[in-house]
């Protein structure tokens, strides 16, 4: 499959299911009155999809794979903020394990892009 658009690219796909999981959770009644956190993870949700979109027009694999990193990092903090979301029981034990289990996927997803274009240079 050739990739003509960061549309393409399957881990901007699951970091834009990311997205959307995160944004569904945070509507919710008590979750969304913590301004704080409501607007830290989804704001970390919308950087992973929107560092891969930002990087693949960085000219270079490098530039892009750098981008990538940025939204690797995004993911992980999902990770980290969706802990404080079951702690404040915003979220269920359920809600929390998919939304952590999509925010994985979508990391190594970008992992392996990450690993291509290291290895095929600029």
């Known amino acids: 499959m050739t990739i ?6 399957e881990g901007w796909r699951l970091a834009r299911e ?14 969304s009155k913590d301004y704080g956190l409501k607007d830290q993870i989804q704001r970390a949700a919308g950087s992973a999809m929107h560092n891969i979109a930002e990087g693949f027009d960085g000219g ?5 794979a750098k981008f990538l990193r940025y939204a690797q990092r995004s993911c992980t903090e999902v ?3 969706l802990y404080a979301a079951l702690d404040q029981e ?10 952590y289990d ?3 996927a979508t990391h190594q ?7 291509y274009l290291t290895k095929n240079g600029s």
């Open 90 to 99: 915003y979220i269920s034990k359920e809600e929390f394990s998919r939304i």
């Open 18 to 31: 990311l997205t959307r999981m995160v944004y569904a959770a945070t509507k919710r009644q008590e979750f």
């Open 102 to 104: 999509q925010a994985t």
């Open 60 to 64: 270079s694999n490098a530039e892009f």
């Open 79 to 81: 990770k980290s903020q």
């Open 4 to 9: 003509e658009r960061f549309e393409d690219i």
């Open 109 to 115: 997803r970008i992992g392996g892009v990450i690993r």
